[in-house]
């Protein structure tokens, strides 16, 4: 009985293995490959990566409005820097969108792991930081993607978009 359960569980997954190599990609990760981009859409793909100096220099920045930049891959993962000037307690953090569908990506995850607290006020705009990985779509498939960078007011649990960037991105496969 046991050596019927282990042959099963391992023919199950040896199905599942094939089935994923012979088909390709999920039937989720499928529809964001599929995406049709009009010939001047004006998208940029996210920069992969940058040099020390150039990271450095993201610090040196003096915003004055709210900003994010992107960096990263599917494969690596993205980067995101926020400028922000904490003006009231609270949450900050990041939103992504598939643009053609308006399709929320990676939603739990990529908010928690992009989130700040706001404790302490300043005049200035403050960079914050954050990376995670867009799990929907596939590598080098891009479509687009807007990021939106959020603030929750801890006073009224408001949520307010501050602003927002739109690139071509890929996902990670799985």
Not at 77 to 94: A, N, R, S, V
Not at 111 to 120: D, L
Request: glycine share 6%.
């Amino acid at each position: 009985m046991k050596i019927r359960l282990i042959a099963l569980v391992i023919i199950g997954f040896l199905f599942i293995l094939a089935e994923r190599c012979y088909f390709g990609p999920s039937a989720r990760d499928r529809k964001f490959s599929n995406i049709e981009l009009p010939e001047e859409h004006g998208f940029k793909i996210a920069p992969e990566n940058l040099t020390a100096v150039q990271t450095d220099s993201l610090e040196s920045i003096q915003a004055k409005d709210s900003k994010i930049e992107i960096i990263g891959s599917g494969y690596t993962g993205y980067d995101f820097y926020m400028w922000h000037q904490p003006t009231e307690k609270g949450e900050l953090y990041i939103k992504a969108f598939e643009v053609t569908t308006n399709e929320r990506l990676s939603s739990d995850e990529l908010t928690e792991r992009t989130m700040h607290s706001i404790n302490e006020f300043s005049s200035k705009y403050k960079l914050y930081n954050g990376q995670s990985v867009i799990y929907e779509g596939t590598f080098e498939k891009y479509y687009p993607a807007r990021f939106e960078l959020w603030f929750k007011s801890s006073e009224n649990g408001k949520e307010q978009k501050l602003t927002e960037k739109t690139y071509l991105i890929d996902g990670w496969d799985r």
